[in-house]
């Protein structure tokens, strides 16, 4: 028996009753998109009732349908990747990690700036697309990376695929991640390079590569790991948990190749469990509020779900969630602070049953641990005798 989990990146269902600390009151990324753009028809998604989660225009709630539905508060500090990814996986983090919203210490940058033989541009907050069309003629005159941040505890470096090779910034970024520990930790390092030949050319690229601390503790998929079935990791997976707890890791170049890619492994995984991100809703269109990119990625997604549904053996499952928000449709480029949707279907499992409002991603995870029969997680409560027929 496997599980099939992906996490939508960034696909939230509405603001925690906290999210007025982190500065996303009104944020519901799937909400707010679906109504900025006139509407969206996820056929697929509503059979399994992403519509009686949120308000969705165009997905109303189905009275009949065939998966379990509810959404889950995050229990963690936070609203970044990391934090999201491991408390589905039962890392619960009392603490959120360090951000830098005036930039780097002065005293850090110099010494990155000796460690790596160059001087560095930028250093602060900014949208990963515009500080390339601001500093990317810069960088290729003078071969100085790009260091930026934003309100994630994230030190990303970008940089020309011509002017900095990619095993050159990967080794830069490595030099970053031993730097940034102690008073510097940061969660992770992020390789953002790009190509172009001016300003209004240049690109983002799929080459992008994060170097991340290491959960604490054993996470869900060290559990599955150590108790000898497969996990396979497919998108940025073994980035987020710093290669830890896999047994197979997939690049991947987008959302389509990424279910490409799911599909290949539902054929090849017997027992275990597939780990899917699709990062394009994030990195693509929430980033950049663009709603109308968003919705049409939404689509895509849904389009394809009946070819995963279909490859699910009998004692298969298949989880469908998000790690955060980013509602393209706010002022904010930044990930927001929500709740997000838990849709769960496969051929033993109840249809129709509402989990309601779940405490903790970790229930995911815990969920998960009970049903390939491994040792329980240190975090989550499992729903897996509220959703299974036998």
Not at 5 to 21: F, N, P, T, W
Request: glycine letters at 10%; aromatic letters at 8%; a negative charge.
């Amino acid at each position: 028996m496997k599980v099939v989990l992906i996490v939508l990146d960034s696909v939230g269902v509405g603001e925690l009753e906290d999210a007025k600390l982190y500065g996303d009151e009104g944020s519901n990324t799937l909400s707010n998109t679906s109504y900025a753009v006139g509407g969206i028809e996820l056929k697929n998604m509503y059979k399994l009732g992403i519509g009686n989660i949120t308000d969705i225009k165009g997905t109303p709630p189905n009275p009949n349908p065939i998966g379990v539905f509810g959404k889950s508060k995050e229990k963690s500090k936070g609203k970044d990747t990391i934090t999201g990814h491991w408390e589905i996986a039962g890392v619960v983090l009392e603490e959120p990690f360090k951000t830098f919203p005036e930039g780097f210490p002065e005293e850090l940058i110099k010494e990155f700036e000796r460690q790596i033989g160059r001087k560095v541009l930028g250093n602060k907050v900014a949208s990963g697309t515009e500080i390339i069309k601001e500093l990317g003629e810069q960088h290729m005159k003078t071969g100085y990376p790009i260091v930026y941040t934003s309100a994630d505890s994230v030190f990303q470096i970008a940089a020309h695929e011509e002017v900095i090779p990619l095993d050159e910034l990967y080794k830069i970024c490595e030099i970053a991640r031993r730097m940034l520990v102690g008073k510097w930790l940061v969660a992770r390092v992020i390789a953002r390079p790009f190509v172009g030949k001016d300003r209004s050319s240049f690109v983002r690229t799929y080459n992008r590569k994060d170097f991340a601390v290491e959960p604490p503790y054993e996470t869900l998929l060290d559990n599955i790991k150590e108790a000898g079935l497969e996990v396979v990791g497919i998108g940025k997976i073994e980035d987020i948990f710093a290669k830890r707890g896999l047994s197979i890791s997939i690049h991947t170049e987008g959302n389509m190749d990424g279910i490409d890619k799911t599909l290949k492994m539902m054929d090849e995984v017997k027992d275990g469990l597939i780990f899917t991100n699709l990062v394009d809703y994030d990195m693509l269109y929430g980033h950049r509020n663009d709603p109308h990119g968003y919705a049409k990625a939404l689509i895509d997604f849904d389009t394809r779900l009946p070819e995963i549904m279909k490859k699910l053996k009998e004692d298969d499952i298949l989880i469908i969630t998000a790690d955060h928000g980013c509602d393209p449709t706010t002022p904010s480029t930044d990930h927001s602070r929500e709740y997000v949707p838990i849709i769960v279907y496969g051929q033993n499992v109840k249809k129709g049953h509402d989990l309601g409002t779940r405490k903790s991603f970790a229930d995911i995870g815990q969920t998960i641990a009970e049903y390939l029969n491994i040792k329980p997680l240190k975090f989550g409560e499992s729903f897996l005798k509220e959703i299974m027929i036998k």
